[in-house]
Each structure stands twice: as structure tokens, then as C-alpha cells.
């Protein structure tokens, strides 16, 4: 699977839009991107996924460029409880062993 | 959505000894999964749990310190062995939801040897 990088943190201020921007360079064609959050002491929550459209559910919109190396999760509007470690994470669909695989992260900090 | 549980929730052991973690998943699931999340860092695969067969092992980690069951497709279990202070992290269970592209977790178990 290919890698990605995120960066280490960002702010945000409360009800402003989070814009988590995530690189993977190195994905092929038949790779996905997910999203995942880990809101501290809990276990990962998926949030979204895509191919190469972009894809929008109650939670998030994901933005993925045209050439499929790089990806941004947006957060419409930031509360508070969103503060959280957000993980990109690129994957094959289906197959034996459907594992993911995390990479460091970025914290999110919402800011009142 | 699955509902994921483990036992315990967190335990403090005694290094050379082993603590046996339990996953249960309230349908039957495909894949389940176990992860270990040191201090302060990300998640890291440790396994995946066959029904039927043995344990698939990552790089790193071996069967014998971290031998794994699952009798059915709702339940698994992970064992800690001979455990040292290193060994002190959150151990999470997850499994492979209904449609597959979704991966579920559960609540985690923080283990801390002394």
C-alpha cells in the first residue's frame, strides 16, 4: 500500500471550516483513500473513503485531485469535539486481507 | 455498525507474566484485526485472526509473544506474553464491517506493566 504524509498538527477555530490536506504520491490505480479519527483514549472512527471522485456523507467532504496524489478532508463546520488525531490512509479495496495500515497523523485542534 | 467489546478495559501486570485480551463483535464479521498503539504514537498492526486457521503475524511480531484465537466468527482473543515494561500500550481489536470498505474498532484495552 502506498505511503502518505501528513502534517504533525493544525488549528482551527470553532465553526470555521478544517481543511486536512494529505499527500500520496506514490498510489495506483486501484487504491483508495480513507479516513479514519482517533478521538483521545478511543479506538479509530471511520469517517470517509473515495477513489477518485469526490465524496461528501454527514460527517465530511473529501477533495481528491485529478491526478489522485494528493487528497484534503474538510470539515464544513469545526466544533470543539472534533478535536482529534486524523489519519489518511491509502488501501487496496477488497482482497484477502482488507487491513489498514496508519500512518502518524495529524492532530486537529479546534479552538473556541 | 459493529459493536466491538474487549476485556478488560485496562490492567496493570507484573512483568513475566501474561494477560489474555477478549474481543467480542456482536455479528459475525469476516476480518478481525489486533493493534497496538504505544504511548504517544500510532496505531500498529500486530495481526489478523483467521476463523479456523492460525493467526496472520506482521513484520516484528511473533506468535509466540502474542498468540492469538478465534473459535468463531463473533469472538478472539489476544495474549500478552511474558510481558516486559515495552510491551505497556493501548491493544485495540477491529474488524472488517459488512461492506468491507469500513473498518470498526473497538474501545481499546490499556495495558501497563511494571
Known amino acids: 500500500d502506498a505511503k502518505t504524509t501528513q502534517p504533525p498538527s493544525m488549528d482551527c477555530a470553532e465553526g470555521r471550516a478544517a481543511n486536512l490536506p494529505c499527500n500520496h504520491s506514490t498510489i495506483s490505480g486501484n487504491e483508495y483513500v480513507y479516513w479514519y479519527r482517533q478521538i483521545h483514549s478511543q479506538g479509530p472512527q471511520y469517517i470517509i473513503h473515495g477513489l477518485k471522485n469526490n465524496e461528501t456523507n454527514e460527517m465530511a467532504s473529501l477533495i481528491i485531485t485529478e491526478d489522485r496524489k494528493s487528497s484534503t478532508l474538510i470539515l464544513p463546520h469545526a466544533t470543539l469535539r472534533d478535536t482529534a488525531v486524523y489519519y489518511c490512509?491509502?488501501?487496496?479495496?477488497?482482497?484477502?486481507?482488507?487491513?489498514?495500515?496508519f500512518g502518524t497523523g495529524t492532530l486537529l485542534a479546534v479552538q473556541p | 455498525s459493529a459493536v466491538i467489546s474487549q476485556k478488560p478495559s485496562r490492567d496493570i501486570c507484573q512483568r513475566g507474566t501474561s494477560l489474555t485480551i477478549q474481543c467480542q463483535v456482536d455479528?459475525?464479521?469476516?476480518?478481525m484485526f489486533w493493534y497496538r498503539q504505544q504511548p504517544g504514537q500510532s496505531l500498529t498492526l500486530i495481526a489478523t485472526a483467521n476463523q479456523g486457521s492460525e493467526a496472520t503475524y506482521e513484520s516484528g511480531f511473533v506468535i509466540d509473544k502474542f498468540p492469538i484465537s478465534r473459535p468463531n466468527l463473533t469472538f478472539s482473543t489476544l495474549t500478552v506474553s511474558n510481558m516486559s515494561p515495552e510491551d505497556s500500550s493501548i491493544y485495540l481489536c477491529?474488524?472488517?464491517?459488512?461492506?468491507?470498505?469500513?473498518?470498526?474498532f473497538g474501545p481499546g484495552t490499556r495495558l501497563t506493566v511494571t
Open positions: 490512509i491509502v488501501r487496496s479495496y477488497g482482497g484477502a486481507t482488507n487491513k489498514l495500515i
Open positions: 455479528s459475525q464479521v469476516t476480518m
Open positions: 477491529s474488524v472488517a464491517g459488512k461492506n468491507s470498505y469500513e473498518q470498526y
